[in-house]
């Protein structure tokens, strides 16, 4: 690793400058996510209002499920394209479907004016964004991480905090035109205003990504001829323990999404207070992220998540009760805070750590592939899951079991990342 003394003034240019780049894409991409979840009990009612309740709201969250189980193609094809063609012409690609995708679910007619075929348009949109994003987590990270002279974790946690700042600004939305708008208005136009202001950024982003440099460590790399064949030949040991890993990561944020929807429907609180419990997560992983990425370079990003991994084990239940024995606003900003806080210190070191465990050669696809896997099994299913558990079981505490599970699993991930594949 290059160490500070050595770094030159252009390598520092080039690095501030990557994590513009890549941070424009995470958060565009996540604004996208986070609004329509956030959005879901209306987006329900405007494009399933047949299917009344409960039945209208699986359908709403099975929609966000699909753009998930495509992630992976997006990622393997993205991700191939990253490792043969460069990183450069990867990022422009994947922001560009990106933004088509969301304007496609900004200008969606609804079931009242087109029927069934409002249901089949937002699927589109959400099917374009989800091929999309499968080739951004991997490509971004392998951008900054090469592009990195020196703190290496720090660097890459920017993509993560930028996900924060989507964090704030989705839920902010959320709150604000709850609150402003007649319940008539935010159905009939006021969930559209999010997904055109996200569409504002786009354009900036591909003019910075259009103008980037390729990086020497990938210029610099022996090209696969089958990057994805290399990969499941030689590294499948590490794309599973890397799946594992991304568990409670891509289940924290996902569980702070799911929280207006609970709060609105099982425990009779207002959505706004949980909207305020977003708003205060993504501060703190705004803030929190870089903070933890330079704890990560001191002592190693594996540390740092064991013991974020184990205090999401340990406190999720407990949190669950509190929230259902308790349920009012201040609880529920509460304990959306402190997953905010488990996200931000496990989140923040993973992209350096899921880095390190391949080769530049095939970094992009590995990535994408690990990633975009973990988020479809662990995180994109989890809003349906945990709709269809509550049902299932009746207790309100079952995302909690849900979110140990996850836990235990990437703890075990981590054991495997630190013992087999030497990540400190």
Request: overall charge positive; proline content about 5%; hydrophobic content about 55%.
């Amino acid at each position: 690793m290059t160490t500070s003394t050595s770094v030159t003034p252009a390598q520092l240019a080039a690095a501030k400058k990557a994590v513009i780049s890549s941070s424009i894409g995470a958060a565009l991409e996540w604004f996208d996510i986070i609004v329509y979840a956030t959005f879901a009990v209306v987006i329900a009612d405007n494009f399933y209002p047949d299917a009344g309740g409960t039945f209208g709201l699986l359908l709403t969250f099975a929609t966000f499920a699909l753009s998930y189980v495509i992630r992976p193609l997006g990622g393997i094809i993205l991700g191939t394209y990253a490792d043969r063609r460069g990183r450069k012409s990867a990022l422009t690609l994947t922001l560009a479907l990106m933004m088509l995708g969301t304007l496609i679910m900004a200008l969606a007619p609804t079931h009242a004016q087109v029927g069934v075929w409002g249901g089949v348009i937002i699927l589109v949109s959400r099917l374009i964004q989800g091929f999309s994003a499968g080739g951004e987590f991997g490509t971004a990270t392998a951008f900054l991480i090469e592009t990195a002279p020196h703190r290496k974790v720090f660097y890459s946690s920017w993509q993560v905090a930028s996900q924060g700042a989507s964090l704030v600004l989705a839920s902010g939305f959320g709150y604000a035109l709850t609150q402003w708008l007649s319940a008539e208005d935010l159905n009939s136009w006021g969930w559209r205003v999010p997904f055109f202001v996200g569409l504002l950024v786009g354009p900036v982003g591909l003019y910075i990504r259009a103008r980037l440099a390729e990086t020497d460590e990938f210029m610099s790399s022996e090209k696969e001829k089958s990057p994805l064949a290399t990969l499941f030949a030689n590294h499948l040991g590490r794309v599973l323990a890397g799946i594992a890993v991304i568990g409670v990561s891509t289940m924290s944020i996902y569980m702070i999404l799911y929280m207006p929807t609970f709060a609105a429907k099982n425990l009779g609180i207002p959505a706004t207070a949980a909207f305020l419990g977003g708003i205060v997560a993504g501060m703190i992983a705004l803030v929190g992220v870089p903070c933890v990425g330079h704890l990560a370079d001191r002592v190693g990003p594996a540390k740092v998540m064991t013991y974020a991994g184990i205090a999401a084990l340990v406190l999720a239940w407990p949190l669950f009760q509190l929230m259902v024995s308790t349920p009012t606003v201040p609880v529920m900003v509460v304990v959306i805070a402190v997953l905010g806080l488990i996200m931000s210190f496990y989140f923040g070191p993973m992209p350096a750590l899921l880095s390190s465990m391949f080769p530049a050669s095939v970094r992009g696809t590995s990535l994408s592939v690990t990633y975009n896997v973990g988020v479809t099994l662990m995180g994109g299913l989890a809003p349906l899951a945990l709709t269809w558990l509550i049902g299932a079981t009746g207790s309100l505490n079952a995302p909690s079991l849900y979110y140990m599970a996850i836990a235990a699993i990437s703890l075990v991930g981590l054991y495997f990342a630190r013992r087999r594949y030497g990540q400190a």
